[in-house]
């Protein structure tokens, strides 16, 4: 269900397409079950924060408090989990709420600027974070379930045959399947989830309708505060979402962590073809976006580890900012030629 | 019309013959300006006429397509409102374009600072250079206050303080008087009469013509892109110059019955809206007027007369401080567009673009997007249903579009308008309030959509029309309100509906509802 708009999402989805066929030409192991269960483990965090951001960007804003926000869900979420998987998810869920709903209630009640409200959030609960856990990482427990939310997945209910000798293609796509990680479950849910809100719901029509023209929309009786309001709640709920997952990975809550994700997040749902003015966008081309950005991670990663080169993590940077430019300027030019058309 | 007395002396500012179009809408054709030294010259015109794109060409903003402007005798050819006030034209806009946040001194210094032998700064020279300039026009004010401290007035004299020290010989005021209140509307006045001691030229561009008549000296009148007349204020009477402006003495450019209202059925019922004693900011001071069912009651006035701002308020739009209205009966104080619509209420605003259309989204879903949470069950959006309305009403009120899912950017304007009053009808209103339905619609649309708001009325809706043309007014109201410079000052039924008197109400002020 998931649209990927021609125009919005097809040269980031083109340029996905380009990096795996590049990394599976050059590098072994790339298309091998780890290295693909590896990536969506990991970048099923900054998919559930650019999905956040992909509905915030919708209606003309922007959250930059979404690192630090996971952040201190993830802390929340390590001290609750000795009490089982569901208190440490709910704890994680109910403290990204809480910002989202000070987010909200701030931009749209009060009238303050999204960038100002957002920036002063992300101060803000990067600071609790760090009080909570008194700057140090906070180890969850082993003891519960709550890992699983980071690093299970279903490959204990694969049934003996699939992993013999002989399963064969459908064995191999049942056990892929099986093994397919817990937080990549959850990114997924969320898309669909998510796809399924803006296309077809009322809701998920104003948020375009506001970022195409708020004032348009008010002069229609739609609800313009309330759908901006919920967007920066959703995007909280998200984010904390996101932060249950970081703590359930590491093993611990990083009150560290989290710094540059709402640049990863912009960036994605930008790569995305989805327009900061606000107004246009897809829910489907910021997954592709995010899977962009991650995978580009992982070819430096093996270019690596190929012994030829050795890139730092600051070359790294500076590659991605690199990529993100080309990507940018040529989406900019699709758009304006589909637009002259 | 009167012919510019050219004997008197070479004009200052001479602007022969201009051409400009935008894409291939022209938008000046042939227009002609002419301003003598230390003249104060009106420059009037309905929405449209080609003013503000007369001023562009001017101050270098635009580049004209052809045509001849010579200042002072010779060619200019300014290329950029900085070029043209170094060559001493200087515009005076709207929105005082000033840096609200910095002292006065700075404002008037911006750009030419007076430097120590260090390369620093002279503050000193600098607020003694403001203090010296302000004086000249009886301005006395910290000059080292941030200028956003100062009212509107004082900024706008800073403004033109600003313009005059560039050595300007002609200053262009486009609309100056907006945002003021009678007595920095006096202190204006009093400003532009030192600049006229000073031999500077003034064009002076308002609507409100007691203003023109205080102040002016000659008027230049514009309608679609051409100077239609030129004369000195003592030779025109009020009503003359409505009529100018409005087009209605050039007999022969008029098509006879100019537009497709028939008479209504009248088959008028109760009251719907009645709005009393309406006071909106600066703009509407004293509105009253009242809409019954199966009615079409046109809101006349000219520009800045506080016909939309009056609309809006009556939408919660925007508050009111003042005045009662009462719908269906019921007093009502609508917080929000939201409480209006759900009382029956639509409204059409006449910025299409910015506050009408979703441009990015297709015909389908600007139709029913404020449908939508009707549309809904358990939150998911019944496509079916949504499919089925929108393709009646494409049928319906003959909407050209390839499909319901084009894009309505991509509808000629007509198009688009049908669609935004779909949008209202398929939420069955009580009342529709529609400002300028028509501007910038084609010829034959224009007629489908008076043709349809004539029938829309007759089967029982109540429409209150803003309009600027004034024979959309007279032809296609049952009553007619005047609105002028905020206060109603005429009620026309019927019979009593014509061209002379709705413009003679525009023009005057009468003492009471007629």
Redesign the interface.
């Known amino acids: 269900m998931p649209r990927l708009h021609a125009s919005a999402g097809f040269g980031a989805l083109l340029a996905l397409l380009l990096i795996i066929g590049f990394g599976a030409w050059r590098y072994d192991g790339f298309i091998s079950e780890y290295n693909i269960l590896t990536v969506l483990r990991y970048n099923s965090m900054f998919a559930l924060v650019g999905l956040g951001m992909c509905f915030v960007i919708m209606t003309g804003g922007i959250d930059l408090s979404v690192g630090s926000v996971a952040a201190l869900s993830s802390v929340v979420a390590a001290y609750l989990s000795p009490y089982g998987l569901i208190p440490g998810l709910l704890g994680g869920l109910a403290a990204g709420v809480a910002a989202g709903t000070i987010n909200g209630f701030i931009i749209s009640k009060m009238k303050i600027l999204p960038f100002i409200a957002t920036l002063a959030t992300m101060l803000a609960a990067s600071g609790v974070a760090l009080l909570l856990s008194n700057q140090q990482s906070v180890p969850a427990s082993y003891d519960t379930n709550f890992m699983a939310l980071g690093q299970g997945d279903f490959a204990l209910y694969a049934p003996d045959w699939v992993n013999g000798e002989d399963a064969g293609f459908f064995g191999a796509v049942i056990r892929i399947f099986l093994g397919f990680p817990i937080p990549a479950w959850i990114a997924l849910f969320a898309y669909l989830l998510g796809s399924?809100i803006l296309n077809?719901?009322?809701?998920g029509?104003?948020v375009?309708?506001v970022g195409?023209?708020e004032?348009?929309?008010?002069?229609?009786?739609?609800?313009t505060d309330r759908t901006i309001f919920l967007v920066y709640v959703m995007s909280g709920l998200l984010a904390g979402m996101a932060g249950v997952i970081l703590a359930a990975q590491f093993g611990a809550g990083q009150p560290i962590e989290g710094i540059g994700w709402e640049l990863f997040a912009i960036a994605s749902v930008v790569v995305g073809g989805t327009l900061l003015t606000g107004?246009?966008g897809s829910v489907g081309a910021t997954l592709v976006g995010t899977l962009l950005l991650g995978i580009l991670f992982t070819v430096l990663n093996f270019e690596n580890g190929m012994g030829w080169i050795s890139l730092s993590a600051y070359w790294q940077s500076v590659l991605r900012g690199g990529f993100l430019f080309v990507v940018v300027i040529l989406q900019s030019r699709l758009t304006r030629s589909t637009a002259a058309a | 019309m009167a012919t510019q007395d050219m004997a008197v002396a070479e004009p200052f500012l001479s602007m022969q013959g201009i051409n400009k179009s935008f894409g291939n809408i022209p938008a000046l054709i042939g227009a002609s300006l002419e301003v003598r030294e230390g003249e104060v010259m009106a420059l009037i015109g309905q929405n449209g006429a080609g003013k503000s794109t007369m001023i562009k060409v001017l101050n270098g903003f635009s580049r004209k397509d052809a045509g001849t402007i010579t200042v002072n005798g010779a060619p200019w050819a300014a290329t950029s409102p900085e070029m043209a006030q170094r060559g001493g034209i200087s515009t005076i806009f709207q929105e005082i374009n000033l840096i609200p946040f910095r002292s006065v001194t700075e404002n008037i210094y911006l750009g030419r600072e007076i430097k120590t032998r260090f390369g620093l700064l002279d503050l000193k020279a600098m607020q003694a250079g403001a203090r010296a300039l302000l004086a000249e026009f009886d301005i006395d004010v910290d000059v080292r206050r941030p200028l956003g401290e100062f009212s509107t007035a004082i900024q706008q004299m800073v403004a033109i303080a600003r313009a005059v020290s560039f050595e300007a010989r002609l200053v262009i005021m486009d609309e100056p008087t907006s945002s003021l209140d009678d007595t920095e509307v006096g202190v204006l006045f009093e400003t532009i009469r030192r600049l006229k001691a000073k031999r500077v030229a003034v064009v002076f561009v308002s609507h409100k013509l007691d203003e023109l008549y205080a102040v002016c000296d000659r008027v230049t009148v514009m309608r679609d892109g051409r100077t239609v007349a030129v004369s000195t204020m003592a030779e025109m009477t009020k009503l003359q110059l409505v009529a100018t402006m409005l087009g209605r003495d050039l007999a022969e450019v008029r098509r006879a019955g100019a537009t497709a209202f028939t008479e209504g059925s009248r088959a008028i019922g109760e009251e719907l809206l009645s709005v009393r004693d309406l006071g909106v900011g600066r703009r509407v001071r004293d509105a009253s007027l009242s809409v019954r069912r199966g009615e079409i009651v046109g809101l006349a006035g000219l520009l800045g007369a506080g016909r939309t701002e009056t609309a809006r308020a009556i939408?919660g739009?925007d508050p009111h401080e003042k005045g009662s209205i009462r719908f269906q009966g019921k007093e009502t104080d609508f917080a929000?567009?939201?409480d209006?619509?759900?009382a029956g209420i639509g409204?059409c605003?006449e910025d299409r673009k910015?506050?009408?259309?979703?441009?990015?989204?297709s015909v389908r879903?600007n139709l029913t997007?404020?449908l939508?949470?009707a549309?809904?069950r358990a939150?998911?959006?019944d496509?079916g249903r949504q499919r089925e309305i929108v393709l009646r009403f494409i049928k319906e009120i003959g909407i050209k579009c390839s499909s319901p899912e084009q894009k309505i950017r991509e509808l000629s304007g007509g198009n688009q308008q049908k669609v935004l009053l779909a949008?209202w009808l398929c939420m069955n209103p009580k009342l529709l309030i529609l400002d300028e339905p028509t501007r910038g619609i084609d010829v034959g649309a224009k007629a489908e959509i008076q043709r349809l708001i004539r029938k829309l009325a007759d089967d029982g809706l109540g429409v209150l029309m803003i309009s600027s043309e004034i024979e959309e007014i007279v032809e296609g109201s049952d009553r007619v309100f005047v609105l002028r410079d905020g206060k109603m000052t005429a009620e026309f039924d019927g019979e009593a509906i014509t061209e002379p008197a709705v413009m003679d109400a525009m023009a005057h002020a009468h003492g009471e509802v007629a």
């Open positions: 399924l077809r719901t009322a809701f029509r104003h375009l309708a195409g023209g004032e348009a929309s008010r002069l229609m009786g739609l609800p107004g246009k | 939408f739009a929000a567009p939201a209006a619509i759900q409204f605003s910015h506050e009408g259309i979703i441009p990015g989204m879903e997007l404020a939508l949470p549309l809904s939150g998911i959006v496509e949008r």
